[in-house]
Structures are given as structure tokens and as C-alpha cells.
């Protein structure tokens, strides 16, 4: 036969031409698949060249046999004849594929039906089963490629199903292996599924299952698991494979078990074969039966351990056969019988180590399967049934989930934190020692990666519109609306892992094993403590989980979301019992008291979440009592706590208003009669809530608005007859005092109701808030200040006492005092009359609320001198005085350290009087009883002689000459006094020199007072010849040291001391109060017997100790630190003036002699060169006034008068100081008086300048004599005329 397509035409045309290279004839084609003689070369040759042209050319062929009917029907006949003919497999496997094809592309019913009849005569006649394999492989593969075609045979057809059968039992796996795939086929059509549920219950399940637990070869074991998934997809054809399972109860040998239901063995069977695709698919077909009914099917394959099994194939490389596992698995974790029989503990390593390999591949579906697989593991893993039998094994999932939790795939990252929230149970870790360091890491870790998908917290204010908003359009329960639904899925995941971390603390307290690391080493510190990780949750949640749930609720509110929030918070309470406080009012502060009960509102109404209603209520009770432990510890009681968590147990759960409809319901009246107290329980509730929120600054509703509601509350309940438990009165009040000023004032009506409610009441502490506003609310009304001022001002001032040790009372107590007086200060200011409660407290208190009494009286003085009630206060000093000096013996008096308060505040009341007045009977009263005081101490009780001595030293300079003289006899008459005074002076030589010459200790101030005193009763007692009843005695020695040496006493002494040494040299020595003892004197007065005549004149003095004193003046003039202290260097001046007048009466040779030294023109050039360089100083202007005075020409000469002249005409006199003006005045007078000779220019502006300074002098305001140099009070008269 001439090769087919050598020439297309062929006599047959080119009609039958197909375009092929090199062109193919069908023709020619047929004929030599017919011809018998043909080799099986050139027949594949002709099959492999139809097989192209019907894959690369199908139209063309099409067109060329579908208009021929009987063409098509020869060539599929001469093919299907080939089947049975020839025995080579390659060439059967061409045939069959063309004639599929072939079939394919005719898409004709009748050639599909022709070529079934075909088949089922074919296999009616075989001679053996062995032949009709390539029927069957046909028809398996025509089932695959066309559509329907299984209907049609199963419909048609049916008795092919019976071959079916017999092939099935033929001993040949190929030809089992064929009848399975088209078994497969069949039962993957519905129709077929149908027709053949009774072909397979009855007749091939048993067959089936047979054939797949003995198939030896891979193309069967495949088919049949084909086969078994086609199956599995129908719950009647599982029932029945399942069938002789019996979950309820297990059996006792595996043989039984195999005879009743052979499938679980069988999948086992090929989960124990090394080939990961006959795994896979057994895996598969596990998953596939499981899902129908986990509880019916999987306790067959526990009891057959299959999951053994399957945690074993984990450690493959397929991805399909991790996968398989994974479902297998996840399904059977819905089986509690998967637990108790410990295949988790078996598997769990195993999964961790197949996470660890799956997390290096990418495949963020096997990630997500694998983590949701472990979540379950963790959440449904019994308690007693210990998980992790190793803390290596626990470190290790820390570490998975770490990796996970930071994994860039946000669909990883939601089963990573579920993985977490589940992962953190007590019974998962509690093989000691707890890892608390790693745990601390991988909240954190979450904590972070949840707040970095978040976005930027918007800066939109909610303050007018509440925390947050819920759109009206939306149900109350709608979740995540507008947050991407991912995000917030792991916000939720979130928050459960962080409150399953706190619940775990809280547990953990009751272990003994869990508090710290057993391991640690000896003297070596650990963080692995339960301590540690608790108040890490406390910090994490302050830094990370708040801000991210506030900027969640800007925007969107979930039920869920913050069911578990609250839940968490409410945990915490309990997690740092140290810090419960601290954590209590942080959150108070920061208006969670408000956002709970704004969720309660719109999320918990008409019994609307009840989880989330009962998760609040319980957060707001415990944050209740624990700031009512708090800010009321000083008085708290069982019984009242008990009631108030009583209360808010049960009225909180029912309180779901809104905040407008709670203010409503404050004014509300119950009716009449009624037993129904749901009502007041509201009431009280809302109350509590609000006073422990305004209490920490949360003030979130309008003031005005409940400054009404709380009068209504109080009103409403008088006129009901009832009054309300303290507790309530008490927060009532509060918020009412809060309000008060953003409210109306209180009517008559208001102010007796609540005088009727608090004089119901046994004790007034009951309802005390120590609280500015509430004590300003007590005093601002008269009916209130009149009946509770004393007993709130008693309370105020009491708050806080505790037996502390002196020390702490004098660091701490003072700083608390001063800050109380602060609060009290503007209300005194404004109502002065509240003077006389405090004073009557300080009678009838007890020591230290008299001693804060007298702090606050005494800063109220100091920083308000416009207030006039020195008269008020000075007749009740003397009162409380005369009752203390009564009462207290010496030594009771030295220790009551109320006394020093009181006298310096004595003394503060009198420095208050500008200039100068006449002392009444109640000045002169106070006097003899401080000046008593006084003869009762020693000179160590610096405290209580201080403020005396200051207020005696005032007494005598502070007044007119009447008063004066009569002050001074009451001084002089006091022997005890003046006994006290000798000791003074005394110790100023005998207690040890101070370090520094600034700074004044309590004994150097006293030791000024002293001296001043003393000086000022020399003074005066010359003046008025007082009589004496007490001399004093004074080393001149000792004096003239002091000043000479100086030995490093405090400038001021030093000052106090010259101003004595000074009124003696005016008095030449001669006092009857004071005499003088030393070496000068010790040989007696009258007739004494000096060794130089020069020092006889000058008696008691030397000439050497003359000159050694005007240096040493001279030296204390110029000091630095007298340079910046005017009044000291007055004082200088002032002596050094005396001296020269007490040598000029005694030697007036020795005076000029003095005067007219060389030394003091330099003193005037560094005078001058100081920092005002000026001759308008005090110092300077008295000197000049000195030298001229005694004629110093050498010292002084006219061009300095002249320079003088010129600056003082040139100066603006009336801002010159006082002691300046006074000084130069007196100088003016001298330049007149010495008669020195001036031109007329100059002799007219002494004149003008000296009637205007006597004019200014005349019509200038009085100054404060007395002044407060440290704790000394000094008289600038005194010291500087």
C-alpha cells in the first residue's frame, strides 16, 4: 500500500486532506488502521499523527467527519476494535487517547451510546476478565473527559455496573485499579451518587474496603482512595463505610476492631507508607469522614491511633501532607477522647518543630492552619492533663508565637495572637520555673504589633460628645463597622491574651511554687518573679493597652472588644494589691468611670449584653470601694464598706441611663407608701459614681446641672421622711460643695433641709470630706457656719494626725500645714469672723490641732497685712496665754511646742502696728505674762524665748514715752526675768563661736535679742530713772573682745553687742542696772588706780583698748557683708560716734587726738570706693559730720565740703533713703555750726538744702520701725539715731 500521505490526492481527494506538515489524509489514514497486514510501527505512527490532528487541527477534522456519519462510525469502530486486537500498551494507550478524543470533540450522544454498546458486548463475551481491562480503562477515561457521560451509563447502562463488580474481584490490581477510577467516575455524578447508593451498600462496600487494605501496588491504592474521596463526599456512603463503628465504647483488641470497621486501620495502614502523596490522600480521606460528625467517626481513628500517626507524618517536606494533617487534626481536637487519651502530649512537639520548619516556608495559609491548629490544642487541652511535660518545650512555643506575632502577614498575625490568648493558662505553664521574663517579651511583643496596625490617634476633641460615639443608624451590638475587620479581630485577640495574662497572675499568688525561680543561684537576683510580671502588666497596660483602646473608641465601639477590656481592668485590681490604690485613682482620673458607664448606656440597655452589663458593673463596684478604702482609710468601717458594696452589687447592674436620664432620675420622689426600692438604689449608685469621679477630677457632668439635681436629691428625700446612710450624705455634700460655685446660691429651703439631715446625724465625721471646697461650703453660709463650723474647722485641722516622732513631724507636718493654711487662707480673707472659731479651737483642741490652728493663723498674718484684727486677736492671746501658763508647770511648758506659735504669732500681731501707739490694759496684761514666761525658761529653750524677747524688745520701742516708761518698770520689776537676761549675756562667752558669720543659729538669734534687750533697758531705764530690783553684771573685757577679736560670731551679734557697748559710753558707764566687772574695774570704782593718768581720765577704759576698738569699727565698717546691710553699718557709725563723744567729755585731747587720725581719710576712700561710690551714703555724710564736728581738718578738707554740696544740689532728694537724708541733714547742720568759711553760693544751698530736707522730713510717711533680721527683731530708731 502507497504511503498515505506521499500524495494527499491518493485517488481519495484532497478533501480528506488535513493540514498537518507534512499533510495527513483520513483516508488514507482508515485504511491503514484496517488494514491487518500493517506493521504496529506504521499503525502508532498513524495514531500518533490522528492524535495531532485532533489536537492541533480539530475543526478542520471535525468538519471533515461530522457531515459523514458512516466514516465516523467505521474509524471508532476500526479503533475501539484495535482495543481487543493489539497488546502492546503504548499502542493501546494512543488508541485510547484518539478515541477519547476523537469522541470529545463529535460531541454526539449516539457515537457515546454506539460505543457503550460496543462495551457491554465486549464484555458479555470475553472468554476472561483479564481482557476487558482496556474496556474499562476506555470507559474510565471517557467518564473523565465528557461531561454526562457517567449519567448516560448509569442510566443506560446499568448492567455494566455487575462487570464492574467482577473486575473488582478479578485477582489482577491493574484491572482493579481500572474499575475503581471509573467506580470513581460514577459515584462523582450526582445521578450516579443516586442510582448507586443501593449497588454499594448492598454489594461494594465490603468489596471496596476489601480491595483498598489489600492493594499492593500504587496505581490501585490511589484509584481506590480516589474512589474513597468520591465516597466521603456523601454523609449516607460515610454512615456506611462507618457503619460497625462503635464510638460509645472500646473494643478489646485490635482485631475486633478491624473485623468491625476496617477503615481507620485501613488509613492508618497508608499513613505508615514512606510515600508522602498515599499520606496525603489518606490524611485527606480521615479529614473526610471527620467533618460530617467529629463526635460520631472520631473516636474510631482515636481508638485505631490514627493521630499518632498523623503527628509522626509532620516531620515530612510536603506542604500538601502538612496541610492534610493539620485539617485531620484540628478536626479531631473537637473530640475530648483525642485529649484523655494524650495524644496532645505525644504530638505537641512534634507541632512545634513542624511550625518551626512550616514558618521558614512561604505559605501563609499552611501558617495560618498550623497556628489555628496549636489555638486549638491550647484552648480545648483538659487541665489535669499537663500539656507541656518540659519547660523546654514551653520556651519553645514562647518562640513560635513570637515569630509569628511579629510576622508581616496580617492574616498570620490574627491566628498568632489567638494562639497567645489561648496559650496563657496556668495549667500550660506551671512547670517551674515559670518563664515570666520570656512571657513579659511575648505580651509585650503583642502589645506592640496590635498598636502598630492601629492608626494615628485622631486629634479631633470628643469632650462635648462623650468618649465616643455610636452612629444612631447602626444596632448597638454591630462590630468593628469602621476598622478594617482583620485589625480588629486582633485588637480582640489581643486583649484576651493581656487579660488571660492577668487572670494567670492572680492565680499564680496561690502557688508557692510560681512566686520566684527555685533555680536561681544563691545571693543572685532574678526576674523571673511573679512580682516582676505582675507589675509589668500593671506598666504595659498603663503605656500600650489603654492608648490603644482609647484610640480604637474613636472609631468604633464593639461589645466584645470592651467586654474583655473591662474584664482585664477589673482583673487587675487584684493582680498588685500594693498598687491597687494608686491604679484605682489613675484610673478614676482618667474618666473611666464615665466611659463604663457610657458602654452601660448604649451597649446594656433593655437587657441588652448581658455579659458586657455584668463585666462593668463589676468593674465599677471594686473601683468603688477600692478608692473608698483610699481617700476614706481615717474612718473607714467594715460595716459601712459591706453596704456600699451591697449597693452598688445591686443597683449597678440595673443603673443603664445615660447621664441626662441619671440626673433626672436624682429628683425623683418614689410614690407614696411604695415598697419599691430599686429607686433609691439608683440614686445612691449614681451618687457614689459621681462623687468618687469628682473626687479625682473627672468632673464629666455639667456643674450647674448637678449642683440642681444633688439640692433636688436632698430635698426630695427630707420631704419622703428618709434620710439617706452617711456614705450617701456624705458624697452628696461633696458634690454640692463642688458645684457650689458654678450654681445658684441655696435658698432658706435648702439650707434648713440639710441642717435637719446633719443634726440627725450622731457624728459629723461621718459625712467630713477633708476638702477646701466642702469647708468653704460649711463657712460661706451663716446658718451652716453658725451650728457645724466649729466641728468642720475641728475636723479640717485634725485630718491627717498621727503619732509621728518629732523629726518627722517637724519635716513633714510643717510642709502639710502650710498647704492646709493655703486651702483656708482666701476664706478667712473673706470672712474674718472665722478667726474666733480658730481661736476657740486652740483652747479646746488638742496639741497639734491647736499647733495647725496657730501655723495657719500665723501665715494668714503674714501674707494679709490689710486685715485689721490685731485687737480681736491680742485680747484672746492673752486669754489662751493666762490659760496656758496657769495649766503648765516649767517643764510642761518648755515641751509644748504650741506655745512658740502662739508667741510668735503674738509677736507677728503686734508688728503689724505701723508707727508708733499707746499700750493698753491687754498690752500691758500680755507683757507681764510673756515677761513671766520667760523667768520660767532657760536660755536653751531658743523656741519659746525668741518670739518673747522680740515681743518684749517691741513693747519698748514700739510705743509712746507714757507707755514706754511704764514698760520698762514692768520689766525691771520682773527679778526672774532679769535673772534670765545675766544668763544670756553670759552664754555668749561661753557657747562655742558659729561656723558661719551670715548665717544665724537659734542660739546666736537669741543671744541678739538678748544683748538688744538689755541695751534697750539701759537705755531706758536712764531715761526714766527707773527703779531697779535686779542688777546685771557685765565683763567690759569680755565686750571689748568681742568686738576687737570678733572670733568669728555672727555679724549681728557682733551689731547687738556694739549697741550695747554704745549706750554704755552715752551713759559713761554709769548705770544702776548694770555693773561693770573685769581687770579695769576689779579694784573698784570709787577710788581706782590706774598706771597712766592718761588711762585714769579715760576710766574704765585704756587708751589701748580705745584705739584696738576704733580699728576693729573701723574693720566692721568696711566688711563686706556691711557694705550690703545699711542698718549694721548705722550701727557701726553710731558707736564709733559715742565713743569719740565719751573720750571727748572725758579727754578732749585724747578725743581730737582719735579723731584726727591719718587712718580714717583712708577709711572714707574705701568707703568711696565701694559700689556706690557716692558721698550721699549714711556711713560716709555721719563720718564727714564727725570730723567736722571735732575739727579734723586733716581729714576733711573744704573741697570735699564743696563736693558734697555740689552732688547733694545736683541729687533728687525726695528719693533719697530716710538715712540718708537724715544724715546729710545733720551734716548740713554741722557745716553751719563750725562756722567754716563759705562763699555766699554755697552758704545759700546749705540753706536751701536744709529747709527742704526738714520740710520733707516733716510731711514723709511713717516707716516700719521694727524689722525681722532672721528670727531678731530689730528697731532702726535704735540702732541708727
Given at each position: ?10 485517488g ?12 495527513l489524509?483520513?483516508a ?19 495514531l ?43 499502542a ?5 487517547k484518539?478515541?477519547v478524543?476523537?469522541l ?50 448509569v ?8 462487570h ?8 489482577n ?13 460514577l ?25 483498598l487494605g489489600?492493594a ?26 462507618m ?86 487534626l ?23 518543630r ?38 523546654g ?7 513560635i ?6 510576622c ?16 496563657l ?12 521574663e ?5 505580651l ?60 494567670l497572675?492572680v ?22 518573679t ?35 477590656f473591662?474584664?482585664?481592668?477589673n ?17 478614676a ?36 470601694l ?42 425623683e ?15 445612691h ?13 473627672d ?33 452628696a455634700?461633696?458634690l ?8 445658684k446660691?441655696?435658698?432658706?429651703r ?23 471646697l ?37 519635716g ?45 493663723l ?52 503686734q508688728?503689724r502696728s505701723?508707727g ?23 536660755p ?18 514700739q ?34 563661736p ?8 537659734p542660739?546666736?538669734?537669741l ?17 526714766y ?24 560670731k555672727?555679724?549681728?551679734?557682733l ?8 549706750t554704755?559710753?552715752?551713759?559713761n558707764?554709769s ?21 597712766l ?15 584696738s ?5 573701723q ?11 545699711m542698718?549694721?553699718?548705722?550701727a ?14 572725758k ?42 564736728r ?18 547733694a ?9 530716710e ?58 530708731s535704735h540702732?541708727?539715731?
Open positions: 500500500m502507497a504511503e498515505p500521505c506521499a500524495q494527499p490526492c491518493g481519495h481527494g484532497w478533501r480528506w486532506a488535513v493540514p498537518l506538515r507534512p499533510p489524509c483520513l488514507c489514514a482508515v485504511e491503514t488502521l484496517r488494514d491487518g497486514s500493517a506493521s504496529l510501527v506504521r499503525k502508532k505512527h498513524i500518533s499523527r490522528l492524535h495531532d490532528a485532533l489536537a492541533w487541527q480539530t475543526l478542520p477534522v471535525v468538519q471533515l467527519l461530522a457531515p459523514d456519519e458512516r466514516v465516523c462510525m467505521h474509524l471508532m469502530g476500526i479503533l475501539f476494535g484495535m482495543l481487543h486486537t493489539v497488546e502492546d500498551s503504548s493501546l494507550d494512543l488508541v485510547t484518539v478515541l478524543r476523537l470529545a470533540e463529535l460531541k454526539s450522544e449516539l457515537y457515546l451510546r454506539c460505543i457503550l454498546d460496543e462495551s457491554q458486548k465486549e464484555l458479555c463475551q470475553a472468554s476472561s476478565m483479564r481482557g476487558t481491562l482496556p474496556t474499562f480503562t476506555l470507559l474510565g477515561k471517557l467518564a473523565d473527559a465528557i461531561p454526562g457521560f457517567a449519567d448516560i451509563l442510566v443506560e447502562h446499568n448492567n455494566l455496573v455487575d464492574l463488580l467482577m473486575g473488582l474481584m478479578y485477582p490490581e491493574a484491572l482493579k485499579a481500572a474499575v475503581c477510577y471509573l467506580y470513581g467516575k459515584y462523582s455524578s450526582s445521578v450516579g451518587t443516586e442510582r448507586l447508593s443501593a449497588h454499594f451498600e448492598e454489594r461494594l462496600c465490603g468489596l471496596f474496603l476489601n480491595t489489600c499492593q501496588t500504587k496505581e490501585l491504592q490511589v484509584n481506590c482512595l480516589g474512589l474513597l474521596k468520591e465516597l466521603l463526599k456523601s454523609d449516607h456512603f460515610v454512615s456506611v463505610l457503619n460497625n463503628s462503635k464510638t460509645g465504647e472500646e473494643p478489646e483488641n485490635s482485631d475486633i476492631l478491624e473485623e468491625e470497621n476496617p477503615l481507620p486501620l485501613v488509613l492508618k495502614k497508608l499513613l505508615l507508607t514512606k510515600d508522602e502523596l498515599l499520606q496525603a490522600a489518606s490524611s485527606h480521606c480521615v479529614a473526610a469522614v471527620l467533618v460530617h460528625s467529629p463526635s460520631r467517626y472520631a473516636p474510631a481513628f482515636i481508638r485505631a491511633d490514627v493521630p499518632e500517626f498523623l503527628f509522626e507524618c509532620l516531620s515530612c517536606n510536603s506542604e500538601i501532607l502538612i496541610w492534610s494533617v493539620y485539617c485531620c484540628l478536626l479531631l481536637t473537637e473530640e475530648r477522647l483525642f485529649f484523655s487519651k494524650c495524644h496532645t502530649v505525644y504530638g505537641i512537639e512534634a507541632l512545634m513542624s511550625l518551626q520548619d512550616v514558618l521558614q516556608l512561604n505559605n501563609v495559609e499552611l501558617h495560618k492552619q498550623g497556628l489555628l491548629l496549636f489555638t486549638e490544642i491550647l484552648k480545648r487541652q483538659p487541665v489535669e492533663i499537663k500539656l507541656f511535660t518540659n519547660r518545650v514551653c520556651i519553645e512555643a514562647i518562640d508565637l513570637m515569630e509569628t506575632v511579629n508581616p502577614v496580617l492574616e498570620v498575625v490574627v491566628e498568632a495572637v489567638r494562639a497567645v490568648a489561648a496559650f493558662r496556668k495549667d500550660h505553664l506551671s512547670s517551674p520555673p515559670v518563664p515570666y520570656q512571657l513579659q517579651k511575648l509585650e511583643a503583642v502589645l506592640k504589633r496590635c498598636a502598630d496596625l492601629s492608626p494615628p490617634q485622631s486629634s479631633k476633641s470628643h469632650a462635648s460628645d462623650g468618649l465616643f460615639s455610636v452612629p444612631q443608624s447602626h444596632p448597638a451590638n454591630r462590630n468593628l463597622s469602621r476598622v478594617p475587620q482583620r485589625q480588629g479581630q486582633i485588637l480582640l485577640s489581643t486583649l484576651e491574651s493581656f487579660r488571660n495574662a492577668c487572670r497572675a492565680e499564680f499568688q496561690s502557688d508557692p511554687m510560681a512566686q520566684e525561680n527555685a533555680f536561681t543561684a544563691p545571693n543572685s537576683e532574678s526576674k523571673d511573679l512580682s516582676n510580671f505582675s507589675e509589668f502588666l500593671l506598666r504595659i497596660c498603663d503605656s500600650l493597652c489603654i492608648p490603644m483602646v482609647m484610640n480604637y473608641l474613636e472609631r468604633a465601639v464593639s461589645p466584645s472588644v470592651m467586654e474583655v473591662i474584664s482585664a481592668l482583673t487587675l485590681f487584684t493582680v498588685v494589691p500594693k498598687m491597687r490604690t494608686k491604679f484605682s485613682k489613675k484610673l482620673s482618667s474618666s473611666f468611670i464615665r466611659l463604663t458607664l457610657e458602654l452601660k448606656a448604649t451597649f446594656c440597655s433593655v437587657q441588652r449584653n448581658p455579659a458586657l452589663n455584668q463585666v462593668c458593673s463589676s468593674f465599677l463596684c471594686n473601683l468603688c477600692s478608692l473608698y478604702s483610699a481617700t476614706e482609710k481615717e474612718k473607714t468601717s467594715s460595716q459601712e464598706e459591706q453596704e456600699m458594696s451591697e449597693l452598688l452589687q445591686k443597683g449597678l447592674p440595673q443603673l443603664n441611663y445615660t447621664i441626662a436620664e441619671s440626673l433626672l432620675l436624682l429628683a420622689t418614689p410614690e407614696p407608701f411604695s415598697l419599691d426600692q430599686s429607686l433609691y438604689s439608683h440614686q449608685c449614681f451618687i457614689l459614681l459621681l462623687y468618687f469621679a469628682f473626687t479625682l477630677g468632673r464629666f457632668v455639667p456643674e450647674a446641672e448637678l449642683f440642681l439635681a444633688i439640692r433636688n436629691f436632698l430635698l426630695s428625700a427630707q420631704d419622703h421622711g428618709d434620710c439617706p446612710p452617711p456614705h450617701i450624705l456624705r458624697a455634700l461633696y454640692l460643695a463642688v458645684c457650689h460655685d458654678k450654681g446660691a441655696l435658698d432658706m435648702s439650707l434648713c433641709t440639710i441642717r435637719r439631715i446633719l443634726d440627725n446625724l450622731p457624728d459629723l465625721s461621718l459625712i467630713y470630706v477633708h476638702c477646701p466642702l469647708l468653704k461650703f460649711f463657712l460661706h453660709y451663716t446658718e451652716l457656719m453658725g451650728r457645724f463650723g466649729h466641728q468642720v474647722l475641728q475636723l479640717w485641722f485634725s485630718w491627717g494626725d498621727c503619732k509621728q516622732s518629732e523629726t518627722e513631724e517637724a513633714i507636718g510643717v510642709s502639710d500645714q502650710l498647704n492646709s493654711a493655703a486651702s483656708l487662707l482666701p476664706i478667712l480673707k473673706s470672712n474674718s469672723s472665722i478667726l474666733l472659731i480658730l481661736l476657740d479651737l486652740v483652747c479646746s483642741s488638742s496639741v497639734e490641732v491647736a499647733w495647725k490652728v496657730l501655723m495657719t500665723k501665715t494668714f498674718l503674714e501674707r494679709n497685712e490689710d486685715v485689721l484684727v490685731c485687737d480681736l486677736l491680742r485680747s484672746q492671746f492673752l486669754q489662751i496665754l493666762q490659760q496656758l501658763l496657769v495649766e503648765s508647770s516649767s517643764a510642761s511648758l518648755q515641751a509644748n511646742r504650741n506655745l512658740p506659735v502662739l508667741l510668735s504669732l503674738l509677736f507677728l500681731v508688728l505701723k508708733t501707739r499707746e499700750l493698753d490694759s491687754t498690752d500691758f496684761k500680755l507683757l507681764h505674762q510673756v515677761s513671766n514666761l520667760c523667768g520660767r525658761c532657760r536653751r529653750d531658743t523656741d519659746l524665748l525668741q518670739p518673747s524677747l522680740n515681743f518684749l524688745y517691741w513693747s519698748l520701742h510705743t509712746t514715752p507714757l507707755s514706754q516708761q511704764r514698760a520698762v518698770a514692768v520689766l525691771l520689776s520682773n527679778v526672774s526675768l532679769l535673772e534670765l537676761l545675766q544668763k544670756v549675756l553670759e552664754c555668749t562667752w561661753l557657747w562655742s558659729a561656723t558661719d558669720p551670715v548665717y544665724l543659729s542660739e546666736d538669734a543671744l541678739c535679742s538678748g544683748w538688744l534687750l538689755v541695751a534697750s533697758l539701759l537705755l531706758y531705764q536712764h531715761r530713772n527707773t527703779e531697779v530690783h535686779q542688777i546685771l553684771s557685765l565683763d567690759l573685757t569680755e565686750v571689748l573682745n568681742a568686738v576687737i577679736f570678733r572670733n568669728k555672727p555679724i549681728l551679734l551689731v547687738s553687742i556694739v549697741q550695747l557697748l554704745r554704755l559710753l552715752r551713759q558707764f548705770s544702776s542696772l548694770l555693773v561693770l566687772v573685769g581687770q579695769n574695774t576689779a579694784q573698784g570704782a570709787m577710788q581706782p588706780q590706774p598706771a593718768l592718761q588711762d585714769a581720765a579715760l576710766y574704765p577704759l585704756a587708751m589701748q583698748q580705745v584705739f576698738l576704733v580699728v576693729s569699727l574693720n566692721l565698717l568696711v566688711h563686706i557683708q556691711l557694705q550690703k546691710e542698718l549694721l553699718s548705722q557701726v557709725v553710731a558707736c564709733l560716734e559715742s565713743l569719740v563723744e565719751y573720750l571727748y567729755v579727754n578732749q585731747d585724747a578725743a581730737l587726738h582719735v579723731a584726727s587720725q591719718p587712718w580714717h581719710r583712708f577709711l572714707l576712700f574705701a568707703l568711696l570706693n565701694g559700689g556706690q561710690k557716692s558721698f550721699l551714703q549714711p556711713e560716709v555724710l555721719r563720718l564727714m559730720t564727725l570730723f567736722l571735732y575739727q579734723s581738718s586733716n581729714i576733711i578738707s573744704q573741697k570735699e565740703i564743696s563736693q558734697i554740696l555740689q552732688e544740689a545736683e541729687a533728687n532728694l525726695a528719693q533719697l533713703p538715712a540718708t537724708s537724715r544724715a546729710l541733714h545733720l551734716f548740713l547742720c554741722q557745716v553751719q555750726s563750725s562756722h567754716c568759711q563759705m562763699e555766699p553760693v554755697q552758704a545759700e544751698t546749705i540753706q536751701t538744702l536744709s529747709e527742704h530736707l526738714l520740710g520733707q522730713r516733716t510731711t514723709c510717711m511713717q516707716h516700719q520701725d521694727i524689722v525681722c533680721l532672721g528670727s531678731v527683731a530689730v528697731s532702726l540702732i541708727g539715731d
